[in-house]
């Protein structure tokens, strides 16, 4: 779950760390008297996308006579007069520093990352990052990041940001955070740092060990980022995603969906939906999504559907009759094309073979191999043999 910045810096300031005097202000809010003492404030839109300072979602004020003019211009930007947005004391920054605590997926631990200069375009002066691996379990000293720091700082600077930065991986594990990222953090002219911003993902599969009531604004933001049809499908019990493409894709598993996603834009075509199983949610919505997928197809934009299944102890001919029954219940907004990968015990009422008969035979094309699948439909819809790659 993505953390609003509101929440992200609740959470840092529970943990100890400083982050500057706000006030959350909802729909119509006026800012409180206090905020007319701030001699410079910030103006922020509470939404979960980065980036906002470049579209222009977070304004500097001189002053509270400014607030009502830039309040105007955010929600002018976004076209939604109901977003929340941040109304914070302006942080003197003497330096504007990138620290960020992640899980580094491929060396199975956590990662702290520091970079010299923060700020917006951080990501592309890359290559002044220091990088800290974490070992599980274990605390970082402020001497084993400061041996980082020290290669992008000065000395007194590095020294300070270490023991600031090496509190960080603890806070990260606690709170079950995938992404820690404070850009900026602010180093004052009296030494203090102050965290501008803050990033935090945190693990949903970790919920359950946390107060589910807690960031509040994080959930009414991701739930009203939801389309229709994303939410249809979380009530209905899988999780979908919509994405902009021509082909709605219907698959169980990040995994796959992933594999046919790219599998579909290395042939000129791309996916309108990605789909993957709900935490907690039953395993078998196979129905759930092919109901969600007619919907989705029926859109002028759409010109296939792929449903993609890969079992391997369930029974392929289950599947085969209730895809048969979907197929049968209505025609098709779209052409659907059939791929199927089934493990030996999956089998034993039909073989992969009959199975392809039979959907033949309801003029569905169905093929075991996903690139040879991709082929038929790129071909079907007419994209041009140039873009097709492989
Ligand atoms: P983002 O663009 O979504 O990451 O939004 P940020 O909260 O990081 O704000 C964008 C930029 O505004 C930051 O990179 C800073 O340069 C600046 N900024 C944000 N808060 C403060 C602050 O308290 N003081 C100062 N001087 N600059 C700030
Ligand atoms: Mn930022």
């Not at 779950?1 to 300031?13: I, P, Q, T, V």
């Not at 909802?26 to 509470?46: S, T, V, Y």
């Not at 991701?222 to 894709?249: I, K, S």
């Not at 094309?337 to 073989?351: D, E, K, N, P, Q």
Request: charged residues 25%; negative net charge; contains cysteine.
């Amino acid at each position: 779950m993505r953390l609003a910045e509101y929440d992200g810096k609740a959470l840092l300031r529970r943990h100890g760390l400083a982050v500057p005097r706000a006030v959350l202000l909802r729909a119509g809010d006026e800012p409180p008297d206090e905020a007319a003492g701030w001699p410079n404030l910030f103006l922020k839109a509470q939404v979960l996308e980065g980036g906002r300072g470049k579209s222009g979602l977070v304004r500097r004020l001189h002053g509270i006579a400014d607030f009502r003019e830039a309040r105007r211009l955010i929600l002018a930007t976004l076209d939604d007069a109901d977003t929340p947005l941040l109304l914070e004391e302006a942080v003197p920054i003497g330096r504007e520093i990138f620290v960020a605590v992640r899980v580094d997926g491929t060396g199975h631990r956590l990662e702290l990352v520091l970079a010299a200069e923060g700020g917006e375009d951080v990501e592309r002066s890359a290559k002044k990052l220091a990088r800290v691996a974490i070992e599980p379990g274990a605390a970082p000293t402020a001497e084993h990041v400061f041996a980082a720091a020290a290669e992008l700082f000065p000395r007194d600077v590095a020294a300070r940001l270490a023991r600031y930065a090496a509190r960080l991986p603890d806070i990260a594990r606690q709170e079950d955070l995938q992404l820690l990222e404070i850009n900026p953090l602010a180093l004052t002219a009296d030494g203090r740092f102050i965290a501008c911003d803050a990033k935090l993902i945190r693990d949903e599969a970790a919920d359950f060990r946390h107060d589910p009531n807690e960031f509040a604004l994080s959930r009414m933001l991701a739930e009203r980022a939801l389309t229709a049809a994303e939410r249809a499908a979380r009530d209905l019990g899988f999780q979908l995603v919509e994405t902009p493409g021509d082909v709605v894709l219907v698959t169980s598993g990040a995994g796959l969906a992933m594999m046919m996603m790219d599998l579909l834009a290395d042939h000129g075509l791309g996916a309108a939906s990605f789909m993957d199983n709900l935490r907690g949610a039953p395993d078998e919505t196979m129905n759930e999504r092919l109901q969600v997928a007619r919907t989705l197809a029926k859109r002028p934009g759409i010109k296939a559907i792929v449903f993609q299944t890969v079992i391997a102890s369930r029974s392929l001919a289950e599947r085969i009759d209730a895809l048969t029954t979907w197929i049968e219940a209505e025609p098709l907004p779209k052409p659907l094309f059939v791929g199927l990968a089934a493990g030996h015990a999956a089998t034993r009422r039909i073989s992969p073979a009959a199975a392809i008969e039979q959907l033949g035979a309801l003029g569905v094309p169905a093929f075991t191999d996903p690139i040879a699948l991709v082929k038929a439909v790129a071909h079907a819809v007419g994209v041009p043999l140039a873009v097709s790659r492989s």
